[in-house]
């Protein structure tokens, strides 16, 4: 059974940084593709980040330049790097694994506050 489990979220002030992590279990993270995603109150969830197994990494025009995704292959483990956050970056932020699609039950995810 895939379990994914985020963590790393919390209240920042705008042009703040957070890392988020994403451990995985059931899979291994290396042979697919695994993607961020988030979700702000009242709007549907979108892809933000991802990263395939050979490493390349996509990403939504709001956060291209300011966020990062990246794998640890050792860990098991994904992460993202946010960097200049705005308020607008506020939501729950979940990983999945899959292209463009997410293929197992969603997790609990962490809150992202980006606020002064």
């Known amino acids: 059974q895939v379990q994914l489990v985020e963590s790393g979220g919390g209240l920042v002030q705008p042009g703040g940084s957070l890392r988020l992590s994403c451990a995985a279990s059931g899979i291994i993270l290396s042979i697919t593709s695994t993607g961020w995603y988030r979700q702000a109150p009242g709007n549907e969830r979108e892809l933000v980040a991802t990263i395939t197994s050979g490493g390349r990494s996509t990403y939504v025009g709001s956060v291209r330049g300011r966020f990062t995704i990246s794998r640890d292959n050792a860990k098991n483990m994904v992460y993202l790097q946010m960097n200049s956050l705005k308020a607008e970056d506020t939501a729950v932020y979940y990983c999945?694994?899959?292209?463009?699609?997410?293929?197992?039950?969603w997790g609990q995810g962490t809150q992202v506050t980006v606020s002064s």
């Open positions: 999945n694994v899959g292209s463009g699609i997410a293929l197992y039950s």
